[in-house]
């Protein structure tokens, strides 16, 4: 079956560690997304790619970076100039029709971190 | 920079009874619009979608949204609910963007809906 997978889905670091989180996509989708989700704000975008070896910024990229080496993957490492990392991370992959719309996106099941 | 507004934060409807959970979108050009449904430490999964044509979308688990562009709205409804669609729903707004390459999805705050026995 086709899908999203993140790993792990808890995870505990301590303060002022570096972390990774894990995204692959097995539904041959160029874009790939991360969110953060906090309570009563509904989901942020953090960072975006449409293609391999290319990303952009989202609203909230402070403190977090990505990588894009392969289509299928889009790690996220949380650094420890996020002031506040602790959240539910979630992964999201689309489609791609440049300029035409802007298409579903389909997600992971997240990733929770709690940073102690 | 297009924006969405849930104006309910909760809802609490009797298991049967009908619901309807409002979303208003504030964007300049066409707009793409999107339900998804969140279970408890869950991803996101689409309900339903609207790009262009008839204003009224069916969705999955009996969900229909309604795009009414005078109004800015898509609301969503489901003429009797089960205690399984006890969850959050998140409305958002579909925006190319034309420099950067991409298309971004602005989500609104939710509605956490719960339901009665």
């Known amino acids: 079956d086709g899908g999203i997978t993140q790993s792990p889905k808890y995870l505990f670091r301590k303060e002022g560690q570096n972390v990774t989180l894990s995204c692959e996509q097995n539904?041959?989708?160029?874009?790939m997304y991360w969110y953060r989700q906090d309570p009563g704000q509904g989901l942020r975008l953090i960072y975006y790619?449409?293609?391999?070896?290319?990303?952009q910024k989202g609203d909230i990229a402070e403190g977090y970076s990505v990588s894009r080496e392969k289509k299928e993957s889009f790690p996220l490492t949380v650094t420890s100039a996020q002031k506040n990392p602790t959240a539910f991370y979630l992964c999201?992959?689309?489609?791609?029709?440049?300029?035409?719309?802007?298409?579903?996106?389909?997600f992971g099941p997240g990733t929770r971190l709690t940073v102690l | 920079a297009q924006s969405v507004t849930q104006p309910d934060i909760h809802i609490t409807v009797s298991e049967g009874a009908s619901l309807e959970l409002r979303c208003n979108y504030s964007?300049?050009?066409?707009?793409?619009l999107f339900w998804y449904v969140q279970s408890p430490g869950q991803g996101l999964q689409l309900l339903l979608k609207y790009f262009s044509g008839d204003t009224l979308v069916q969705g999955i688990k009996g969900f229909e949204a309604e795009f009414k562009r005078s109004q800015s709205s898509f609301n969503l409804r489901k003429p009797s609910v089960h205690w399984s669609d006890a969850a959050e729903y998140f409305c958002?707004?579909?925006?190319?963007?034309?420099?950067?390459?991409?298309?971004?999805?602005?989500f609104g705050g939710g509605t956490r809906v719960l339901v009665k026995p």
């Open positions: 790619s449409q293609i391999v070896n290319d990303f």
């Open positions: 958002a707004v579909g925006s190319i963007l034309i420099k950067a390459a991409g298309n971004k999805l602005t």
């Open positions: 999201a992959s689309s489609t791609w029709t440049s300029g035409i719309r802007a298409n579903e996106q389909f």
């Open positions: 539904l041959n989708h160029d874009a």
């Open positions: 964007y300049g050009a066409t707009p793409y």
